[in-house]
């Protein structure tokens, strides 16, 4: 390929940067991009394919950074609305350069990575998304989608589970657009990873399925570096993953060992690095014109590929219509026209039906509206009922068994990788991932799901067989505190709906909510419809089921115990007692409403009762009394778990009576009058 001085030059640049972001921010991790600088350069300046004044370009390469020390310098270099300034506030207060790289922040980061595995398996997601996208899209001389997914990861993702899951369900797939460098450094935060990883990294890659190279010189062999990823890219149905052998701290005295891993360099090494590399030691942030005017060459040429791309694009649009239509609107992140008329609603005199039966028979009558869902499961598609009937299965059609125009996809019992290679499928920008699992085991995947929160994507996650009522799988199984831990997470809607409205309101809001991922509470047992349920009713996350005047109590619930609530309030009525029901599907949305409706839903004068068959944990927020579940379950038919716990009509009317009896007398003030609003 030809390297010369200007190349090293703008390798020793990256190093040199790196170093003062982290000596000025007396934070950081210089060692790795330091011992990687030469790996990244080659990959940046003589494969990707991008447009830094238009990072949102669809058919760009994308690349993932998926270990914990981000290099802003290249961003920076090559010309992103990222200034030399931006680089000197790393890590500081309302900086675009924080701690670890965060999508939708700072300019040319395609996903927020930071937890070891993570970006690894983002990158995952990435690639299956631009696998079916092509599919869908790309007809014949108009190829628009064909960009690589690249990755860089250490032997910390390496080690962490999550990449594991991905990696396996990578290499089944056969993404032959997947290229993950491997930073084999030898070193982790604790010393040299002889003390706990000694594995052979790339014999395990070859048993998941993956393509394998290894460049021994890391620290000077651009040409091998160069032929590796030339490789990589004629190898079109396997991924491949390049072990790069790499110097941590590349230049420093403490260059190979764990000094250099995490803290910043001291002065004097610092200065001597510099001076090794022929740069002035006085001086900081200092960038040869040579540099930028080699990555602006590099950046110009991926403007070109832009405008081409664009104007192959203008001719598609003149040949295939309807699918350049969808391909626009799809990028715009807008839904079509009228999908939600496809929504289905049900009356009081509909059968009873299991949530998971009903969010199924949600995805019969919209899938074909709503083109971009992608749906999945973690090896439970029966169980999660997350498969209309005519799906294909987004398989390497060699198989036989599915297309890579395909739109369901077997993750396998791989829950935590489901989650993080959602999040990938999320931010590619064509598609809507919707996956299922049990909702105790949403919790497994508890690391990607914040991720998605923190990420601002559109991620559904189907959790069926949500409470103590999926019965005789006991505890293990039985989800108590999952919803609490989710709820307090911040920007993610939790849904727990009582019926098939509530079911298909929580659809909407999850597809109609662009920067918020969603979880899906549904239950194996069967749900009677609700009298006052609509799904406008339902979109406000709270109404009242059941209106009362002169009420002496509301009884406010979610999901499955929203009708037995019900049942109590005709029992509380026998013995003369008024109770209101308010059924509460999703706290977050009804938080959104403003306070003049929330205290119609919850007025002032009357106590107010929560039940919940899981942990109480967060029900203050609404309610004087609290009736769930602080222990774990056990494994029993439904019914009889219920009774012993007394989620029935008389448990909660004995229960509500205690509760009138308690603030009789005593002014009682609305949950939702509080001191002050919180502050976000």
Partial sequence: MGFSDVDQLAINTIRVLAIDATSKANSGHPGAPMGLAPAAHVLFNNFMSFNPKNPAWPNRDRFVLSYASPSYALLHLFGYALSIDDLKQFRQLDSLTPGHPEANHTPGIEVTTGPLGQGFSNAVGLAIA?????????KPGYDLFNNYTYTIFGDGCAMEGVACEAASLAGHLKLGNLIAIYDDNHISIDGDTKCAFTEDVLKRFEAYGWHTLWVKDGDHDLEGIAAAIEKAKSVTDKPTVIKVTTTIGYGSKLQGTGGVHGNPLKADDAQSVKQRFGFDPEKTFDVPQQVYDLYA???????AKEQEWNQLLQKYASEYKAEHADLVRRLSGKLPEGWEKNLPTYKPSDPAVASRKLSEAVLEKIHDAVPELLSGSADLTGSNNTRWKNAVDFQPPEYGIGEWSGRYLRYGVREHGMAAVMNGLAAYGTVIPAAGTFLNFVSYAAGAVRLSALSRVRAIYVGTHDSIGLGEDGPTH?????????????????????????TSAAYYSALTAKHTPSILALTRQNLPQLENSTIENALKGGYVVVEAPNAAITLISTGSEVSICIDAATALKKQGIVARVVSVPCFEVFDAQDKAYKLKVLPDGIPVLSVEALSTLGWERYSHEQFGLNRFGISAPYKEIYKRFEFTPEGISKRAIATIEFYKGHPVRSPINRAFEQIL
Avoid at 297 to 303: F, L, V, Y
Avoid at 493 to 502: F, I, K, L, Q, T
């Fill in 297 to 303: 060459k590099h950046a110009a040429e991926g403007a």
């Fill in 478 to 502: 039985q989800p108590i505190e999952t919803l609490a831990h989710f709820r307090a997470l911040p920007n993610v809607m939790v849904w727990r709906p009582a019926d098939g409205n509530e």
């Fill in 130 to 138: 631009q696998a079916h996208t092509a599919a869908v899209f790309n």
